[in-house]
C-alpha cells in the first residue's frame, strides 16, 4: 500500500513564505512525477506545479514565478517552496504521484491541508 505523509506550514502572511513536503512511503516501485494541486471553495482543482522524476517541471500559470518544485527521489519526497503568498493561494493543497507499485501504475493522492494566506 502506497501513502503520501503531507506536512509543512499551513498559515502564511502576504508576501511572506511556507514550505510545503510530501514524502511516499510503501511498496514503491517507481515515482515518474509528483506534484501538488489546490483546491479553493467553490473552485475546481487547479494545478500547482509538478516535478518528474528527471527533474522537469511544470508551473500553474499563478504561482509561476513565485513556487519553485523540488524532488529527492532517493527519499521520495517532494518540496514545495511558496514565496510572495498572496490571499488568492488559500486553498486545500494535495499531494499527487503517478508511480508504479507492483505490477500497476496509477495517482495516489495525499490527504490534503489547507494553507490561509491572510492579507
Known amino acids: 500500500q502506497v501513502q503520501l505523509v503531507e506536512s509543512g506550514g499551513g498559515l502564511g502572511q502576504a508576501g511572506g513564505s511556507l514550505r510545503r513536503t510530501c514524502a511516499a512511503s510503501g511498496r514503491i516501485g517507481s515515482i515518474e512525477n509528483m506534484g501538488w494541486y489546490r483546491q479553493a471553495p467553490g473552485k475546481q482543482r487547479d494545478l500547482v506545479a509538478t516535478i518528474t522524476r528527471g527533474g522537469t517541471t511544470n508551473y500553474g500559470a499563478s504561482v509561476k514565478g513565485r513556487f519553485t518544485i523540488a524532488i529527492d527521489n532517493a527519499k521520495k519526497t517532494v518540496y514545495l517552496q511558496m514565496n510572495s503568498l498572496k490571499p488568492e493561494d488559500t486553498a486545500v493543497y494535495s499531494c499527487?504521484?503517478?508511480?508504479?507499485?507492483?505490477?500497476?501504475?496509477?495517482?495516489?493522492w495525499g490527504q490534503g491541508t489547507q494553507v490561509t494566506v491572510s492579507s
Open positions: 499527487h504521484a503517478d508511480l508504479v507499485s507492483g505490477w500497476s501504475r496509477g495517482n495516489h
